[in-house]
């Protein structure tokens, strides 16, 4: 596992078994994150269905850039992409995740 330098926000709602999934794979990754949950938050979820495409939670991104659910950060870890993204610093001027 590399230094960590990301950052990593991970929008969640409160019953989501996948949701657990993708936290608990960020965990063993010894990744810090930000959750924020999304449940009654119809511009939250409205937001994520544009940034993302996706309709589903969780959302996760790295440095701003979409990762998509659990099943695509899955993937990135299963190819190895994961662990380098994770030590990626964000940009400065990056702007802030809505919340
Ligand atoms: N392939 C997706 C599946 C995610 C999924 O089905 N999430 C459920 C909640 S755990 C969901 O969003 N259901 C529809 C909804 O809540 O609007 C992933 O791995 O993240």
């Known amino acids: 596992m590399?230094?960590?330098a990301a950052e990593v926000t991970i929008y969640v709602?409160?019953?989501c078994p996948y949701c657990a999934m993708?936290?608990?794979l960020?965990?063993?990754k010894q990744a810090r994150f930000t959750?924020?949950?999304v449940e009654n938050r119809d511009d939250l979820r409205a937001w994520l269905v544009k940034a993302s495409g996706q309709r589903t939670v969780p959302q996760i991104f790295i440095n701003g850039a979409s990762i998509?659910?659990?099943s695509?950060?899955?993937a990135l870890d299963k190819e190895g992409g994961l662990d380098p993204r994770l030590g990626e610093a964000p940009s400065?001027?990056?702007p802030p995740m809505p919340r």
Do not use: C, H, V, W
Request: proline share 4%.
């Open 2 to 4: 590399p230094m960590q």
């Open 13 to 15: 709602t409160d019953y």
């Open 22 to 24: 993708a936290k608990r």
């Open 26 to 28: 960020l965990t063993q």
């Open 35 to 37: 959750e924020i949950n």
């Open 68 to 70: 998509g659910g659990f």
């Open 72 to 74: 695509d950060l899955s």
């Open 92 to 94: 400065a001027d990056a």
